[in-house]
């Protein structure tokens, strides 16, 4: 790296503290105008690292519609860790304008972007529109991606219906397939997690199948373990044996007394 690349880097560093300490004088995540396009520019022409830190910066504050839209071109990118930057920051930001374009680019159709995506809306709350994404990724032919859903999932959990403490139908029988079937062992694992997450009690046979297989991946078994540990135990009612009514006791009459004879 010359010296002036390293010079480069160290003003985006300095940049990016220089943000964070503004917004904290100033108690407030808005981003100056000038502060923000500068970060915006280095987003978009800069070198890995202070891409990276951009994205960084952008997400901590209020970037306004031209940093988010800079944050969503940049999940598009060929670098995967700004990729994921990228979506960190769209996720840390939150709002509709971010979030909305978690869930656009959730339906892209380019794995890469997918993935990072999946990654970002795991930090979510889980509800219906974060939980309908994740559940459509699961489908994914590429197993990144398949990976990336199945562990948000295992990180946000699953909406409740609404004024109820009943879970919405959730995927498990999908996660089910997954854990039984999937070639990746990374998918199998993450499968596992979510399902340990997910809570349902009928899912422990298949968790203790994978984890008693020999020929598992060891971090299959070992998620699989966590996850059986994580799952409701249930009670078996009690067994309530009714017993009828006792019946009045009836004297016992003797036998009449022989006659004398």
């Known amino acids: 790296m010359s010296f002036l690349d390293r010079l480069a880097d160290l003003w985006a560093r300095f940049l990016a503290w220089l943000v964070g300490l503004r917004m904290d004088a ?30 960084e910066a952008l997400g901590e504050s209020d970037p306004g519609r031209n940093g988010v839209d800079a944050l969503a ?40 972007i997918q993935a990072a995506v999946a990654d970002a809306l795991g930090h979510y709350p889980a509800d219906d529109t974060v939980a309908a994404a994740l559940e459509q990724l699961l489908e994914s032919p590429d197993a990144l991606v398949r990976q990336s859903a199945a562990e948000a999932l295992a990180r946000t959990g699953w909406p409740r219906e609404r004024r109820s403490t009943d879970l919405r139908p959730a995927p498990a029988s999908r996660l089910l397939t997954l854990l039984a079937e999937d070639t990746d062992p990374m998918v199998r694992r993450a499968a596992a997690l979510a ?44 067994l309530v044996v009714e017993t009828p009514p ?16």
Do not use: F, Y
Not at 40 to 45: A, F, I, K
Not at 246 to 261: G, L, M
């Open 26 to 55: 100033a108690g407030s995540k808005k981003l100056p105008s000038a502060d923000r396009d500068t970060l915006v520019v280095l987003l978009d022409e800069g070198r890995p690292g202070q891409r990276w830190l951009a994205a």
């Open 73 to 112: 071109a940049a999940l598009d990118s060929d670098d995967p860790l700004l990729r994921n930057e990228a979506g960190a920051a769209l996720a840390q930001i939150g709002g509709r304008s971010a979030r909305g374009v978690l869930i656009e680019s959730a339906a892209s159709g380019k794995p890469a």
């Open 195 to 238: 399902l340990g997450r997910l809570g349902d009690p009928a899912t422990r046979e298949a968790l203790h199948a994978r984890q008693e297989d020999p020929d598992e991946d060891w971090r299959v078994r070992e998620a699989a373990a966590l996850a059986a540990s994580r799952l409701p135990t249930v009670t078996p009612a009690t």
């Open 246 to 261: 006792e019946s009045p006791e009836v004297e016992s009459q003797a036998p009449p007394n022989q006659p004398e004879e």
